[in-house]
């Protein structure tokens, strides 16, 4: 494709276009989902005690991780609508201001982290034991943060334009560098875990690189970077933040919410928590997807709403929920019946295997209401506002599931499937709420 052309060929093509960025969206999402399970794997070889300290590391990486997404969601959609609008000089601009956001924030988010990173981890809970192995990890990562955020904003920019294979490719190559120094690292030049936090730092800089001479070397792609011409923007920052931050925000959210639906769910004992935990591995399987389509919308939107196209943003709104929802009731159909042969893969407990059927025939239910939700958050995302997305996740985990899942099971005493039915009802309210209001404000615009 060339790609002077792209945004009109994604205007022209709309439906070609969503299949366009989400196959390759769904590609790399698994090749990261690989990326993680490498260091798993290998670390799990050195001692219980360092897989120990790599969990602990997981709540503070994922925080600073979620702010890394949530601005470079902002980023693709500024870009995404300069395009569309066809002022290349604001896309050129934003992507200047990414690559300084992305320095900014790397160097503070490492330099406060080295700081107080001892406090990091002693606030969660890490033991005396641990918190050795947990720095010696933590230390070398937020070293080499600043790789890993860059990284994200030159694929966020990438997104912006529309070029949804590049960073696959890097990506790919990435996650092969990182399998092969894990074991190099960690068992020859016998460095242990910090071997680990090595072998993804160097992957992350070697991809950082790549990144570095595609848009400054060979100069191969739509958004160009002319230093020359920059102009510091107040608006460009506060419009990535006003949609960066309420998407980072909402991660966040869902973190914590998880950590308090884990604490309603070890009510019921620690075989329930195994059980919910084994039946998430097919939820994540349905994710896959669903976050390809609707991460491809951001972009989609993004352009035709520069365009000043409102007709295509609606119509590629409801064509994704169509396939999205064609997404979910297959996988729920499927899931519903194969779930006792799945749990069976995993354990030979009969209680265990009973409560995640139980655990996964309710969730189901959940699926096509997910998609509305899902899909019409990235939607106002692209139309520029991150307010909704933010108030939604809200809706839908502090004020609908926690508190139904209390009162079903602590005033009702219906039992663990309390649980499982808050999660379907609040998924069912929050869906309705995303569509009718994003059908309200796309009749405004």
Known sequence: MDKSKRVETFINNPRKAVWTLTVPMLLGMIVQYFYSLTDTFFVSKISTDAIAAMQFNLPFVFFAISICFGMGIGITAIISQALGAKNVHRANNAAEHAVL???VLGIFISGISIIFRYPIFKLLGAPENIIGLAVQYFEIII???IFNILGVFFRSIM???GDAKTPV????????INIALDPLFIFVFKLGIAGAAWATITAQFVVTVLYSIFFFVKKDSLVQFKFSDFSFSWEI?????????PASLSMVIMSFGQMLYNRIVVYFGSDAVAAVGIGMRLDQLFFLPIMGLAGSLITLIGMFFGAKRIDLVRSTWLYVIKWGEILAVSFGLLFYFISPYFMKMFTTDPAIIETGITYVRYVVFAYPFI???????????????GIPGLVLTTL???IIILPLALLFTRVFDWGINGVFLAQVISSFISSIIAYF??????KKI
């Open 237 to 245: 920052i506060g419009t990535t933040f006003k949609i960066g931050f």
């Open 143 to 145: 070293f080499g943060f």
């Open 159 to 161: 997104s912006g334009e």
């Open 169 to 176: 490719r890097f990506m790919i190559i990435g996650t092969l």
């Open 396 to 398: 839908r985990i502090a």
């Open 101 to 103: 956001m992305g320095v």
């Open 437 to 442: 209001w994003l059908s309200g404000n796309l």
């Open 371 to 385: 998609v509305v939700g899902m899909i019409s958050g990235r939607v106002f995302q692209g139309l520029g506002n």
